[in-house]
């Protein structure tokens, strides 16, 4: 996959529903009867990135507050969903240290995976921060995944909302009516092409998670080390 041309393709298309106020709302995030739960491999930015995204978020918050906003400790860049949140989903029906043990299987040792967040894309549902990579050893561990979860019995859902291959991360989620849209948009416009930094992958966790990752109901099931 070309990630420039495929994120700039989505964002073209996006910002046109956008501006002709066809972009999606999601009623769930302040649900308090929400319990989509499930486990997800995932890496967090750096502080100095986060750091260069919160800048953005707080142009953004001033003029359209009550949209959602991924705070810093939400920010995350998915690896792979490995059980996609549902509800009903207990974390003690599963043998955890077999997922651990077999995700170790699909993790590279002493790898440099770099990702440079620069610029954002954006769906009908919420604005992402782009993000590329240096070499394709992410999508290899996500192909290992893919090869080893499918020859075991362990319950998982990869791929079964899409096949993911990016390495963005989202920080707007539609909550409300766009009140002052374009300003809004121009704003993300000034920040198309925005450099917000390069971190290493150092660390990857596998997390239990609600559908948004806040951090309140994230609870940390592992970390390995690559």
Not at 160 to 183: C, D, G, M, P
Request: charged share 30%; aromatic share 12%.
């Amino acid at each position: 996959m070309n990630l420039k041309e495929h994120y700039s393709k989505l964002y073209k298309e996006s910002i046109k529903n956008i501006c002709v106020g066809k972009y999606r709302i999601d009623n769930l995030i302040d649900s308090k009867g929400d319990k989509r739960f499930g486990i997800t491999l995932l890496v967090r930015p750096s502080n100095d990135v986060k750091e260069k995204i919160e800048k953005l978020i707080l142009e953004l918050k001033k003029t359209e507050p009550n949209q959602y906003y991924y705070p810093n400790s939400d920010i995350h860049i998915t690896v792979m969903s490995i059980i996609s949140c549902y509800d009903g989903f207990n974390i003690e029906n599963i043998e955890l240290s077999k997922y651990i043990e077999l995700i170790k299987k699909c993790l590279p040792t002493k790898k440099n995976i770099e990702v440079n967040f620069k610029g954002l894309t954006a769906s009908t549902s919420c604005i992402m921060v782009q993000g590329f990579l240096n070499n394709n050893l992410l999508n290899e561990i996500r192909d290992n995944l893919r090869f080893e979860f499918k020859k075991s019995e362990l319950e998982q859902s990869l791929d079964k909302r899409y096949s993911i291959e990016t390495a963005h991360s989202t920080i707007v989620r539609f909550r409300n009516q766009l009140n002052k849209k374009e300003s809004f948009l121009k704003i993300i416009e000034d920040y198309v092409d925005f450099d917000f930094g390069t971190f290493e992958i150092t660390k990857i966790e596998l997390v239990y998670n609600d559908w948004y990752q806040r951090k309140k109901l994230v609870k940390k099931l592992y970390e390995f080390e690559i």
